[in-house]
């Protein structure tokens, strides 16, 4: 009979009340695990810098969120919070994992601070905006006291969710493969030659445009949190990066904003909340072509994902809630223009702007490997699941060696976690020369096998 009892809770996707009701008596129900769910605003005032100062914000098309659940139950709550911001850097990084971490009364390695990436959204990095003041320099990354709101904005927001947990019994697990989003960057040209130009709106690019999608990770993932037979939280992760047209000044959380929020009003009891996954050398490219237009187009793909993950999802019992940490200690980069020297050089007055934000924010990142703090990556173990939040800007190799790691389970990957790092590629993108890594990439050469190590680490099954 019990046996019987598993089966049918871990493999139907609506179960009948009288399962959910047999599972319970029979105990096979974990011990009991809650969970709340939380969002705040966390929209840039217009005159904010852009994509960590490149422009400025000039309007709001939409609002920008923070969205998140606290996991209560394991050892210590694990907080997952996705913010609708560029990149999180460094000493800002921290103090969002910091704040968060004393309101849901937990540690700061279990609380995963994903970026989504929008590019008509902010980058935040304390220290590198301190550098910039300190010089009286005219480059702007972000404004520290509207950092400080926002990061408090959603402490309140968490703290007076845990007031009201609620139970969950079953996780949700569910995907769907994503229709014509996606494509790499790496093409290869009628000649034989390998390009990486297929940006996020390479589509009137005509050999771009007809070029494979190439390497990338067709899958929409959901972990989702039940009581019973009612969601109370779906999450969803998808590795591209999540622009159709940007340097407009229109602050917005383009098309996943748009997907993330018709799938809300299509589900108001349950949260919806979407991850990136690690997708830094993953675009639009080959199907945007920039027009505003497209915007909506690639908001309803990601849309019919999200929906048709949702109607794939299949519940299990939860039994456990794991949590392990790897530390990880990449090399700052030390080719040249990337030196304490060259970043010096750079943060002068009569140097571009945007010049100066760039070397400021290699300083802090420099300066924070060389006091020796590591990077997390951190991973909620459900034993059928296992949730990891990757550094920066991870290639989208990395995120398919995690599901490689452990094949007969259900990984989920989010990206744009600890965002000092800049682009992480592999040793291949090196050798070939890979021409987005002239100044978004603050690693050194090296870095795949200790992310591959630390990965193997956490994904490891106990």
Known sequence: MTNLANMLCSDMRFIPSIFVWLCTYLGIMAAPFSIVTFSADVTVPIGHGMMGG??????????????????????????????????????????????????????????????????????????????????????????????????????????????????????????????????????????????????????RNVLAANAPEGTIDPWLRMVSFWNGEQAIAALSTYAVHPMSYYRTGEVSADFPGMARDQRQKETPACMQIYFSGASGNVTAGKYNTGDRKNRTVLASRLHQAMELAWKNTLLTPVKKIGFRNAKLNLKPRNHSGFTTKDFEAKLIK???????????????????????????????????????????????EFQLAAQKMRPNSFVWVAGYGEGGTGYIPTEKHWEEKDGNLGDWCWVHPGAEKLMIRAMGEVLKKP
């Not at 005219?138 to 139970?167: M, W, Y």
């Not at 996780?171 to 000649?191: F, H, M, Q, T």
Request: charged share 25%; aromatic share 6%.
């Open 54 to 203: 490149l422009w400025k914000a000039k309007s709001v098309a939409d609002p920008l969120h923070a969205k998140g659940v606290v996991v209560l139950g394991g050892e210590k709550p694990v907080v997952l919070v996705s913010v609708d911001w560029c990149e999180i850097r460094n000493e800002s990084f921290d103090r969002w994992r910091e704040a968060l971490a004393k309101a849901a009364g937990t540690t700061r390695e279990r609380v995963f601070v994903s970026a989504i990436h929008q590019h008509e959204a902010p980058i935040t990095d304390l220290e590198a905006q301190r550098i910039l003041e300190r010089r009286k320099l005219n480059g702007s990354i972000c404004d520290l006291s509207f950092h400080e709101k926002a990061v408090q904005r959603v402490v309140t927001a968490l703290i007076q969710s845990l007031k009201e947990p609620q139970r969950f019994t079953h996780l949700g697990l569910g995907k769907a493969k994503v229709e014509k989003i996606a494509s790499n960057r790496r093409y290869i040209l009628p000649d034989g030659k390998v390009s990486f130009g297929r940006g996020s709106a390479s589509g």
């Open 350 to 396: 009569d140097a571009n702007p945007w010049q100066q934000c760039l070397a400021a924010m290699g300083l802090s990142w420099r300066q924070r490997c060389e006091r020796g703090q590591p990077v997390d990556i951190p991973v909620l173990d459900f034993g059928v699941a296992q949730m990891l939040l990757l550094p920066g800007e991870s290639y989208v």
